[in-house]
């Protein structure tokens, strides 16, 4: 068996809500080979892993994989199992996966959860998925070896998000709020556009610079605090073994050692009550330190958010109690065999290493064996770093004390800190600071970016949910984050759909970010040209601070390839769902097609807008879909017919649609209609020959409508939208002498008819010449139904194939196209050409004065700069007259004009 690729989902998917990795799986020799055909396989995968008999299966209960497995599976699943429970032993908590055809012999995808907060480039996935396949051939081979997980598990540990951080990212959750870790980090994006916010652990980036810098350096801090009146220990800066001598002596013991600029209690050394101790302390930490009286009492850690005391801790240094019979060392062992501690910051708990030096001042060493109840201190600090523990006295905090940690934080200018003290009960005041007099409690450091393990996890007292007061100050009064959000998908129409809707909304006075086949738009400007329809895209966009609203064009290859960008819209339209990429990427049926497309209604938010084309078949069944609750959305049906049953029932009932009634498009709510503009006045709709973009407008305006754009702005925005700026590519008509050529990225059989149709109406049949090319990764079905609607659609046709061949011979589809279009129409006049610029120059050439050239292109920018070059201008909407009559002009979508046969593919019809 063998893993031959794998892509991981980051977002929703059309698996799961949450993130997932597929794995292509080849079974090699085991395919068709199943579990009850090999002697002894249940019983020695279970010795191997014991776990996976709790594993439900189908079944719904504990036993049924087992059973499974004695009545016989496929290997392909059973990998998929020993996937989960090998997650599960090395504690990734994961429990969905499923097995499906990849539609070869042999080959399965395996669909694996993954941790919502893993890092998209973890290695964990694969090398898991590597490591059951290891299994599952030893198992068949006939050998019982339980698989070395130490490794494996000690990276998935490394990699995982810290106590801290994952506190922050489920209390964001908790509020609705969009949180994605960057990449391997604690560095944390929350909320979208202009309401979004960063977090690092416990900082913001609110967090000041300066107050950062300042509680790093040990010296300044105590200066700062100290002239302000704070209660400090005496003390000073020391940067040579000299100074730190001379500070012991004015000081007299026992005094603190600590690096200047130090953290999480390295190198610090307190109870020294020696000259050379403090000599030794100082070389330890490397120079550059701070020597200060050390204060008795306890040792106490108050969490500051946002001007207000959210948590206090006391923290009690690493410590073994003796029970007359283990060594020091073996009771080490058992404190670190407590499954809440780990390496670093990792856990709730950090494990515990014992500092020789404070062994020896109680006169004990790691084989010394503690009499009873005696107490051995193994570290001088009370960092939980260090392996120290913490008791929660929140409520024990009196009120002079909590009035105390907020001045200092203040005064350092942070908004959340870690104020550390050294005092005999926080429950009572600190005395304040006073001339000449000897400080006995106070302020003894303040940490910025303070961990924040020791409030979530204490030993003893009560858990306090920090993360949620951070979350709660970075997005006051119950905000979510997040912006007004609209996803579009579809076959057709998608892109005019999301730009109309971007040129809407921008009229609202909000700053739109856009992503479409073509670039990432911020208010209305080109950041990055690229096919912008995945869920990067939609990352680039959400995560911009100068976005106030977002308009994401959501395509197939995305879904599939990446999952979404995002959790849920306000806003999801759904144009139309015809036959296209059938044959990619496990895409048989139009129904497979429809089963993707619908992710993007299934995450449209509760009480968000759905808007649907009533007029495709496909999309209306998307209701009856389970995750499509009508009753936890607001459907907004938009169609060229008013008589469709679905509208004429959603009226009915008092709801709203966008329609055409009369040559008008109207706003209807039960019965009342509510004209907003002529159809024939919809640019790029050519008098309303070009019923589709009529279909693309009644959309948009739903859609912008639904995210709060008014009536009357919705009519001037629309009539003001620029098809040859605003829409370049889609329908752009350019005039050339007394030619007119018409440009359009049309490729598959439903798009090019609705072009065709357009054409005839202002054209005729018999004036159309075209410059042809079709997109190599499509089944030669749909290429032959292409061709099919050319052949039907123009007199003359000169193809020619793109530079990318998508996986095709050079000249393979050109060929495909002309040999299937002469089959249609045996003496259409076809001919073939090498690129784009021998294709439309021929094109143009064959053209007679006052007919029109339909350039299809794959790559736009190069089509426009050669026309341009050679002279052709925009024409608008402007078209002439043909001789002897006007244009045809009007819409009626339900007429073909495209030949009067069915093309034989599956959601492909000629009328619509």
């Known amino acids: 068996m063998k893993i031959e690729s794998l892509r991981r989902l980051r977002g929703p998917n059309v698996y799961l809500s949450r993130p997932a990795v597929v794995a292509r799986l080849h079974l090699g020799e085991l395919s068709g080979v199943e579990t009850s055909d090999v002697t002894g396989f249940t019983e020695r995968l279970l010795r191997a892993l014991p776990g996976l008999a709790e594993h439900h299966c189908a079944a719904g209960a504990p036993g049924g994989f087992v059973s499974r497995l004695r009545g016989g599976t496929y290997f392909g699943h059973v990998t998929e199992h020993v996937c ?36 998209p480039g973890s290695h964990v996935p694969r090398d898991l998925l590597d490591t059951a396949v290891e299994l599952v051939q030893a198992v068949v081979a006939g050998r019982t070896v339980p698989p070395d997980l130490d490794e494996l598990a000690a990276r998935a540990e490394r990699e995982a998000v810290g106590p801290s951080t994952r506190s922050i990212i489920a209390a964001a959750r908790r509020r609705g709020i969009p949180v994605e870790r960057f990449d391997d980090l604690s560095l944390l994006r929350l909320g979208w556009g202009t309401r979004r916010r960063l977090a690092w652990a416990a900082m913001t980036d609110r967090t000041s610079g300066v107050g950062i810098d300042i509680a790093g350096d040990k010296q300044v801090t105590r200066r700062l605090l100290t002239e302000a009146g704070v209660p400090m220990p005496d003390g000073g800066a020391a940067a040579t073994a000299a100074e730190a001598r001379h500070w012991f002596e004015q000081l007299g013991g026992p005094v603190v050692v600590k690096p200047r600029c130090g953290r999480q209690g390295e190198h610090v050394a307190l109870h020294l009550g020696t000259a050379d101790e403090v000599e030794q302390a100082f070389g330890e930490a490397g120079g550059d330190v701070i020597v200060e009286r050390q204060l008795d009492g306890r040792d106490y850690r108050v969490l500051v958010v946002a001007g207000e005391v959210v948590a206090a801790a006391e923290r009690i240094a690493a410590h073994v109690a003796g029970d007359g019979r283990r060594t020091v060392g073996e009771l080490i062992a058992e404190v670190n065999a407590d499954p809440r501690r780990g390496v670093g910051h990792s856990r709730v708990l950090t494990r515990v290493a014992a500092d020789p030096r404070v062994l020896r001042r109680q006169g004990a060493g790691i084989g010394s064996v503690p ?30 004390v909590a009035r105390l940690c907020l001045r200092v934080t203040a005064l350092l200018g942070l908004d959340i800190a870690g104020v550390d003290l050294r005092l005999p009960d926080i429950a009572e005041p600190v005395p304040p600071a006073a001339s000449g007099v000897e400080v006995t409690a106070g302020v003894i450091e303040v940490n910025a970016v303070p961990g924040l393990r020791m409030h979530l996890a204490p030993v003893s007292g009560r858990s306090r949910d920090v993360g949620d007061a951070i979350v709660r100050a970075m997005f006051p009064a119950g905000s979510d984050g997040r912006i007004p959000t609209a996803a579009v998908t579809g076959t057709n129409g998608k892109t005019t759909v999301a730009r109309m809707t971007a040129h809407l909304l921008a009229d609202t006075g909000l700053r739109v970010g856009l992503t479409t086949t073509d670039d990432v738009r911020i208010d209305g400007r080109v950041v990055h040209r690229a096919d912008a329809t995945g869920p990067l895209s939609a990352q680039m966009v959400l995560g911009d601070p100068g976005v106030q609203a977002a308009v994401l064009e959501t395509a197939r290859g995305g879904l599939l390839r990446r999952g979404l960008g995002y959790d849920w819209s306000d806003v999801g339209v759904l144009t139309n769902i015809t036959a296209d990429h059938l044959g990619q990427d496990g895409l048989g049926t139009i129904e497979d097609l429809a089963h993707v497309k619908a992710l993007v209604a299934e995450r449209v938010r509760d009480g968000g807008t759905l808007v649907l084309n009533a007029d495709d078949p496909w999309v209306r069944s998307l209701v009856d879909r389970p995750r499509v609750r009508a009753d936890r959305k607001r459907i907004v049906w938009f169609s060229l017919d008013e008589r469709q049953p679905v509208l004429v029932e959603h009226l009915a009932k008092g709801a709203t649609a966008y329609l055409l009634h009369d040559g008008w498009v109207v706003q209807q709510t039960g019965a009342r209609r509510t004209p907003l503009l002529r159809a024939a006045e919809i640019p790029g709709a050519y008098g309303g020959a070009a019923p589709h973009v009529v279909a693309n407008a009644l959309a948009a305006i739903a859609a912008a409508r639904a995210l709060g754009a008014g009536q009357e702005a919705v009519c001037r925005r629309l009539l003001e939208f620029d098809p040859a700026t605003d829409n370049a590519g889609r329908g752009t008509l350019l005039r050339l002498g007394d030619i007119s050529v018409f440009v359009d990225y049309a490729h598959n059989p439903a798009a090019l008819a609705a072009t065709v149709r357009t054409l005839h109406r202002l ?83 064959l053209a007679r004065p006052g007919e029109v050239v339909l350039v299809l292109y794959e790559k736009l920018a190069p089509v426009l700069d050669m026309l341009a070059d050679l002279g052709a201008v925009p024409a608008g909407d402007a078209v002439p007259a043909l001789p002897g009559r006007a244009p045809r002009t009007g819409v009626s979508p339900g007429r073909s004009l495209v030949g009067n046969e069915r093309v034989s593919v599956p959601g492909y019809h000629p009328g619509q």
């Open 763 to 845: 054209w005729g049949p018999d004036r159309c010449v075209a410059a042809v090319t079709l997109p190599g990764d499509r089944r030669d079905d749909l290429l032959a139904a292409c061709a099919q609607v050319i052949a039907d659609g123009v007199g003359r046709a000169v193809l020619y194939d793109d530079e990318e061949p998508r996986g095709r011979t050079p000249g393979e589809v050109s060929c495909l196209v002309e040999r299937e279009m002469r089959a249609r129409r045996p003496k259409l006049s076809a001919q073939r050409a090498a690129g784009y610029r021998a294709a439309v120059t021929a094109a143009l050439r």
């Open 371 to 400: 009499a009873p109840g005696a107490v051995v201190w193994l570290t001088g600090t009370g960092n939980l770093s260090t392996g120290a523990t913490s008791s929660d006295v929140t409520d024990r905090v009196h009120p002079e």
């Open 84 to 119: 989960l429970e090998l997650s599960q032993t090395i504690g990734r908590d994961v429990s969905f996966g499923r097995t499906v055809s990849a539609g070869e012999p042999g080959c399965y995808h395996l669909i694996l959860e993954c941790p919502v907060d893993e890092s």
